[in-house]
T-cell receptor, first 111, second 113 residues
Framework: RKEVEQDPGPFNVPEGATVAFNCTYS??????FFWYRQDCRKEPKLLMSVYSSGNEDGRFTAQLNRASQYISLLIRDSKLSDSATYLCVVNGGTGRRALTFGSGTRLQVQP | NAGVTQTPKFRILKIGQSMTLQCTQD?????MYWYRQDPGMGLKLIYYSVGAGITDKGEVPNGYNVSRSTTEDFPLRLELAAPSQTSVYFC????????????FGSGTRLTVV
């Protein structure tokens, strides 16, 4: 089983739509969770951290369910500029002091 | 403030050649990492370091070596390049712990032919 699993997509949505991505992780000891955004042929960039109580940053809302080992990202009022790959990221993995990245979910927002 | 700088940006190697990918950061971060990303895949950890003089293997260390003589620099050495090492290599750094995530360099695209 992969340490971090995501639906690869692509998710094709019209501008203004609401879209949600999900991610599951296997290491129950993981303590830190993030969503990163990666544009084509670019480096990943931190989008937001994910906190136990859930958190929001503008049009983006992240949720964490520790019992189900599940993380979600909700994007409201999608913009063309939101088109990218969204990486689910958790810490841990066989005791390493490093982050483990999911393979990403691709989002394409269409006019 | 440059952040994390990787050089070169692109490189083509012949099978069996060696090279060093350079990574330097100016944020005084203790932790530094090397990942590789194959097309359509996630990032896989090659090596990481939690401070000068300390390095540890990640998920896919075979065929690579690292050193960390200073806080700023974390070079990745490829010995005897193989086609399987064709990938995009990302260096990243972070403060201790995971509260702030990583800052990535812009990557090195390596092709081994």
């Amino acid at each position: 089983r992969k340490e971090v699993e995501q639906d690869p997509g692509p998710f094709n949505v019209p501008e203004g739509a609401t879209v949600a991505f999900n991610c599951t992780y296997s290491n129950s000891a993981s303590q830190s969770f993030f969503w990163y955004r990666q544009d084509c042929r670019k480096e990943p960039k931190l989008l937001m951290s994910v906190y136990s109580s859930g958190n929001e940053d503008g049009r983006f809302t992240a949720q964490l369910n520790r019992a189900s080992q599940y993380i979600s990202l909700l994007i409201r009022d999608s913009k063309l500029s939101d088109s990218a790959t969204y990486l689910c990221v958790v810490n841990g993995g066989t005791g390493r002091r490093a982050l483990t990245f999911g393979s990403g979910t691709r989002l394409q927002v269409q006019p | 403030n440059a952040g994390v700088t990787q050089t070169p940006k692109f490189r083509i190697l012949k099978i069996g050649q060696s090279m060093t990918l350079q990574c330097t950061q100016d944020m005084n971060h203790n932790y530094m990492y090397w990942y590789r990303q194959d097309p359509g895949m996630g990032l896989k950890l090659i090596y990481y370091s939690v401070g000068a003089g300390i390095t540890d293997k990640g998920e896919v260390p075979n065929g690579y070596n690292v050193s960390r003589s200073t806080t700023e620099d974390f070079p990745l050495r490829l010995e005897l390049a193989a086609p399987s090492q064709t990938s995009v290599y990302f260096c990243a750094s972070s403060p201790p712990g995971f509260d702030y995530g990583y800052t990535f360099g812009s990557g090195t695209r390596l092709t081994v032919v």
